[in-house]
């Protein structure tokens, strides 16, 4: 191609030497393509290599409806027990006064246990730091106890409100001697035992209030339940620990 040009072109005419470059860089540029070694940009490239495909991910077990408690704290016979004493599941509430879930959730316990036979109830203190009245409210369900009158005062507390300034009122109302109730609670008896119960039902799986275990007393099984559940759940967790 290059021959018949010099035999059909003036050598002297500059564009003649202009055409001679083009052409070298084209077929240059041909050839280097075609073998794969070359980029627009001058950049050396190998050959493609396909990318591997991501490997898929590795599938998760789902989280337990109902996840076991662990470290449970079984109920002992000198506990603020309602319900048959010997029953064969206890539902453990972890509660606090001053949570206004805690107040539907002890409607649905009261049903529950009428609905269901061979269930009992116990409460225990779970007292959150940002309840102001929660710490003294749980204090004073133990001095009413000490005189036979835990659920009746719990029940004042739920209807009433958590308040520490009617704690000595509410004892009055559900018949409590005052001036010992007073001195029980003004005393700190029981702020310890508050404490220790939190600490026992954070260890057992409890984040939170109302927090439930569902125990059965003859194998040591327990399920957690969070929050202020349905009627139908908790007889779903009873079912599954019987």
């Known amino acids: 191609m290059i021959e018949k040009l010099k035999q059909t072109a003036n050598l002297g005419n500059p564009w003649f030497a202009i055409a001679l470059v083009l052409i070298g860089a084209i077929v240059g540029y041909g050839f280097a393509v075609s073998s794969g070694t070359a980029s627009l940009t001058g950049d050396t490239v190998g050959d493609t290599v396909p990318e591997a495909e991501a490997p898929a991910p ?30 064969t599941i206890t539902v453990i509430t972890y509660t606090d006064f001053e949570c206004p879930f805690c107040t539907r959730h002890h409607g649905t316990m009261l049903q529950l246990l009428e609905e ?8 225990r203190h779970y007292p959150l730091s940002f309840h102001a009245n929660a710490q003294k409210s749980a204090e004073a369900t133990e001095c009413a106890a000490d005189q036979g009158k835990f659920w009746e005062y719990v029940d004042t507390l739920f209807e009433k409100g958590a308040d520490v300034n009617q ?9 409590l001697n005052t001036a010992t109730f007073e001195d029980c609670l003004n005393s700190g008896k029981y702020a310890q035992k508050t404490q220790d119960e939190m600490n026992d039902g954070a260890a057992s799986g409890i984040r939170g209030t109302p927090g439930n275990i569902v125990y059965n007393n003859d194998t040591g099984e327990g399920v957690v339940v969070s929050g202020a559940q349905s009627i139908d759940r908790f007889k779903a967790a009873i079912a599954l620990v019987e």
């Open 167 to 175: 704690l000595v009122t509410y004892a009055g109302e559900v018949g």
């Open 116 to 123: 269901v036979d061979d269930v009992n109830l116990v409460y």
């Open 58 to 87: 590795t599938p998760t077990e789902p989280e337990p409806e109902f996840p076991e408690a662990q470290n449970i704290v079984a109920p002992v016979a000198d506990e603020n027990v309602l319900g048959d004493a010997d029953a």
